[in-house]
């Protein structure tokens, strides 16, 4: 079984960025979809984007198009999320969860492993 362990979260000045790293233990992640769902305060867990097997993206959410960069590095075990330009309504727990099988993507029973999460704040 994989466990998930996300790093990199903190607090930022809008218009900074932070990158996210989702790192794998028990299982290799190269085997996995890996998607980055993130969950703000009062507000259910929300779909980012994902990656498949082999790096392709899927499914940016229109709230981070342009600014939010997925990416894997098979060698390292580990899937990261490059956050740019960020903005206040960026803050959310961020999520990334594991799929041993490509389907819906966005949706959170899609995922068969989840990380604890890992804070971003975004001041003003």
């Known amino acids: 079984q994989v466990q998930l362990v996300e790093s990199g979260g903190g607090l930022v000045q809008a218009g900074g960025s932070l990158r996210l790293s989702c790192a794998a233990s028990?299982?290799?992640?190269?085997?996995?979809?890996v998607g980055w769902f993130r969950q703000a305060p009062g507000k259910e867990r929300e779909f980012v984007v994902a990656?498949?097997?082999?790096?392709?993206?899927?499914g940016y959410a229109d709230s981070v198009k342009g600014r939010f960069t997925i990416s894997r590095d098979n060698a390292e075990n580990t899937v990261a999320l490059q956050m740019n330009n960020l903005k206040p309504e960026d803050t959310a727990v961020y999520y990334c969860?594991?799929?041993?099988?490509?389907?819906?993507?966005?949706?959170?029973?899609?995922?068969?492993?989840w990380g604890q999460g890992t804070q971003v704040t975004v001041a003003a």
């Open positions: 990656i498949t097997w082999i790096g392709g993206t899927s």
């Open positions: 028990g299982g290799t992640l190269s085997k996995y979809v």
């Open positions: 969860a594991a799929s041993s099988y490509y389907r819906n993507v966005a949706l959170k029973s899609s995922y068969d492993y």
